[in-house]
């Protein structure tokens, strides 16, 4: 068995959405939920933007983060580098909290491409990679810190370092707007969520 714990980030200011992106509510549920709802058995994290905190822990979060202090407001690695900090695992699903419609059965596909020889597992959908609905090993928290540190903060650069295992979308039998993401308000529209 892979030792897993799921990360959601949930720590971006959400300027284009027009509030925070994690706690909007579709379906009775904020959109963290639904994310949380298909990730896989085990311990979820939350990196948080810190005025969320109270809202996630109100909800009954055990395991809510913000970024630490010397990487605070540095993006997605920022909230990749903070989860491996505090929390000890050999593979991390990293999760964006905008993507309400992935599914646990993706999720559980693309596991089984974490092996030894790879530092990245980032499945390719209608031809872009997903790195943030992807496995990454802890054997990459040292390039993730160099990344930080020179403020090369885009998931691509990263990628280019590293051992990476592409997944195409046939291999994960994925439905038509599993990957779509919730930036604007014109993304509610778009996937039928108003």
């Not at 311990?43 to 055990?62: T, Y």
């Not at 496995?135 to 020179?150: A, G, N």
């Not at 403020?151 to 291999?171: R, S, Y």
């Amino acid at each position: 068995m892979v030792d897993i714990v799921n990360v959601i980030l949930a720590g971006g200011a959400s300027r284009r959405f027009g509030e925070p992106k994690a706690s909007y509510c579709y379906k009775g549920k904020p959109l963290y939920e639904h994310v949380k709802e298909q990730v896989l058995d085990g311990q979820v994290m939350i990196i948080s933007h810190p005025k969320l905190v109270p809202f996630f822990k109100a909800r009954g979060e055990q395991h809510v983060w913000v970024d630490a202090k010397e990487v605070r407001g540095l993006g997605p690695l920022a909230g990749i580098y903070t989860a491996m900090q505090n929390q000890k695992a050999d593979w991390y699903l990293v999760t964006a909290c905008d993507m309400p419609f992935i599914r646990r059965v993706t999720a559980q596909a693309l596991s089984s491409y974490c092996q030894d020889q790879v530092d990245v597992v980032v499945p390719q959908i209608q031809g872009r990679l997903q790195p943030l609905f992807a496995f990454y090993h802890r054997r990459t928290l040292p390039l993730i810190q160099e990344c930080l540190k020179e403020n090369e903060l885009a998931i691509k650069d990263l990628l280019q370092k590293l051992k990476v295992q592409i997944v195409a979308e046939e291999d994960l039998n994925v439905i038509s707007n599993e990957f779509h993401n919730i930036n604007n308000r014109s993304d509610l529209l778009e996937n039928g969520m108003i």
